[in-house]
């Protein structure tokens, strides 16, 4: 059974940096899409950013272009979500998502994907996720 495990986040001041991790076990994501969502308190889960774990191939949103990366491990099974000069607005829990459907070939289709599927309830079991807070 797929299991997701998020971790790495924290309390950090404006323009600081924070590594968020995501664990995955009971599955093998070989060509499929991995990715991160955000959800702050009041406000709609939104996508940040999806990786194609066949090429390690990305994509960011457009808004955090620059600031946000995502990234893979392929030998510990885990993907990441890098964040720099973090501002009050990305507080929220932070989750990371996995589809274990193997149809998508770029870090754009599954950003597109996995936006389409969790707002479907498609995707695999989500983790508890980890909190992101941003102070001034």
């Known amino acids: 059974q797929v299991q997701l495990m998020e971790s790495g986040g924290g309390s950090v001041q404006a323009g600081g940096s924070l590594r968020l991790s995501c664990a995955i076990s009971?599955?093998?994501?070989?060509?499929?899409?991995l990715g991160w969502f955000r959800q702050a308190p009041g406000k709609e889960r939104e996508e940040v950013a999806a990786?194609?774990?066949?090429?390690?191939?990305?994509f960011v949103g457009e808004d955090l272009k620059g600031r946000f990366t995502i990234s893979q491990d392929t030998t510990t099974n885990t993907v990441y979500l890098q964040m720099i000069n973090l501002k009050p607005e990305d507080t929220a829990m932070y989750y990371c998502?996995?589809?274990?459907?193997?149809?998508?070939?770029?870090?754009?289709?599954?950003?597109?994907?996995?936006?389409?599927?969790?707002?479907?309830?498609?995707?695999?079991?989500w983790g508890p996720g980890t909190q992101v807070t941003v102070s001034l």
């Open positions: 998502a996995a589809d274990s459907r193997a149809d998508q070939n770029s870090g754009v289709r599954c950003f597109a994907a996995l936006a389409m599927r969790a707002a479907f309830d498609q995707l695999d079991p």
């Open positions: 009971g599955y093998t994501y070989n060509k499929h899409c």
């Open positions: 990786i194609y774990t066949g090429d390690s191939d990305t």
